[in-house]
Every structure is written in structure tokens, then in C-alpha cells.
């Protein structure tokens, strides 16, 4: 049986290009409208912190979920590492039951690795219970890399042709499935 109390916090980070989709919407915004109605809609304990330089705590409820998710916009300046990090943090400070990072990349370059190696290594250094996902999107980032960061780190790597096929796996990732 399901325990309806269960609450789950995921922290999502957006490491995308401005690319677009066969449709002609944005990445992200194919994205952002997959996680507030496949995830806010339908499962009403889960709240989504979107990483910014400027939040640094974890939504109260899902109308301020559905506000970070809408309303993020690229920081001007900013680290991956940086918004990793701040996922991490925020996700793994909460008091939520079920604790996941989704990472969304389509410009991941093996000479940036370190750069998401930080993070995952941060992650096991505060010893934080929280499932990290890594979704690569797309053909412009170097897949076997990255595949092979998330394995070495325990965590769970999904290669989509385009955004639009998250729709098919995001529940998977929640559930990890």
C-alpha cells in the first residue's frame, strides 16, 4: 500500500542550450510543461525546487513549485556547478521523505567534467540521501562521458533523442523504475 503521506522533493538543474524541438518550442520549455503536468498534476505530495543562484530554499507547496518552474529564466552568470551544488543542498536539507536531483543537459563536453564530478562528489561528502538522475537530451553532448560520471556515481543516466520523450521516463526517474 502507498503511504499518501509521503512527501517528495525533487531538485531539478537545467544545463540546456537555447535548442528547440522538432515542434518548434524550446527545450526547457518542453521540459518545464512535462514536470508540472506529469509531476504537480498528478502527484500531489511532490514539490519541484528549480536551482537558481537566487533560491536557496525548497518550495512550500506545489503553487510555489509551479512558480519556480515556470518563471525560471537562465541567471545570466552562473556555474553548473554552482546550481548543482545548490540542488543538492537545498534537496538535501529538506525534510522530505524521497529526496531526487534531476540534472537536464544537452551541452555536457567532457572537458567541463569536473564540473558536474564537484557536485557529486559534495553530494557524498554531506551525505545527503538523495537520488541523483542524469537526463542527457539530444546529440550535442558527449554521451559515453557522461554515462559513464553518472554510473561511477551511482546514480541514473537517461539518453532522450529530444525532449519531448521525458514524457515517456519521468515518472521512471521519480520512481526509479
Request: charged fraction near 25%; proline fraction near 3%; aromatic fraction near 10%.
Amino acid at each position: 500500500m502507498e503511504d499518501i503521506n509521503k512527501s517528495t522533493l525533487i531538485g531539478v538543474v537545467f544545463d540546456l542550450s537555447e535548442s528547440h524541438e522538432p515542434n518548434g518550442i524550446r527545450t526547457i520549455d518542453t521540459i518545464k510543461n512535462i514536470l508540472c503536468q506529469k509531476i504537480l498534476n498528478e502527484n500531489n505530495q511532490t514539490k519541484v525546487f528549480v536551482s537558481h543562484p537566487d533560491l536557496k530554499s525548497a518550495p512550500k507547496d506545489q503553487g510555489q513549485s509551479t512558480f519556480f518552474i515556470v518563471a525560471y529564466k537562465e541567471p545570466n552568470n552562473f556555474s553548473i556547478d554552482e546550481c548543482f551544488r545548490n540542488a543538492i543542498t537545498v534537496v538535501g536539507e529538506s525534510q522530505d521523505s524521497d529526496k531526487i536531483v534531476i540534472l537536464f543537459t544537452d551541452r555536457f563536453q567532457s572537458s567541463i567534467n569536473y564540473q558536474y564530478r564537484k557536485s557529486f562528489i559534495y553530494k557524498d561528502l554531506r551525505d545527503y540521501d538523495i537520488k541523483i538522475r542524469v537526463v542527457g537530451i539530444g546529440n550535442t553532448y558527449h554521451k559515453p562521458h557522461l554515462e559513464e560520471i553518472a554510473n561511477s556515481y551511482n546514480s541514473t543516466f537517461v539518453h532522450l533523442n529530444n525532449a519531448n520523450e521525458l514524457v515517456n521516463h519521468i515518472i521512471e526517474l521519480i520512481e526509479g523504475k
